[in-house]
């Protein structure tokens, strides 16, 4: 079961997360996962760039190597990457051998970033305690809910901005599912959320 806020009972389950960042600027971090994905990714990019948002990609491996231009299209205007598997795997059906190779193989594609987002938040406290020595594990205090195809635009916007507070951290998702949703409110979120008087960094 997903929340759109992460409580924060299980925020103080696995502190050695990084849920929400502590803040002493009244900003935010937009997060994008699944990517990188022709032709929508480039229109998260135009978007951003026209508003002047910097956020965190967090790329799958084998979209990556198939996309190495959409990439380094991102790194150049700005914003951070952060790895996310090779192939998109659930750490609570992968042994830690094999999620390990995961996150290395990726990180073939995602130039040596040191973040990392479990693919579906899914991740075993014994794998958390190794991925720990070398990576920063990004989870996030709000989930948009973009890959939801019964949420109606009113209710997707009401959820992200009735729960923002400094240093939210917030999944969209640069992806197929997502892009319809996305792209009829995206743009109006993120006004909404500079007009609450946030700005917005990378992680």
Known sequence: ???TKTPKLIQRLFPSLTWKINSI???VFITFDDGPTPEFTQWLLNLLNSLNIKSTFFCIGEKAKR???IISEILKQG???GNHTFSHNNGWV???DSYIKEIKKCSNFVNKTNLFRPPYGKIYPWQIKK????YKIIMWDILSYDFKKSQTSEKFQKNILDNIEKGSIIVFHDNKNSEKILKENLEDILKKIREKGFSFSTL
């Open 79 to 81: 914003h951070s990457i």
């Open 67 to 69: 996309h190495p231009n």
């Open 131 to 134: 991925i720990i020595k070398n």
């Open 25 to 27: 600027e009244k900003e």
């Open 1 to 3: 079961m997903f929340f």
């Open 94 to 96: 992968s042994t830690t």
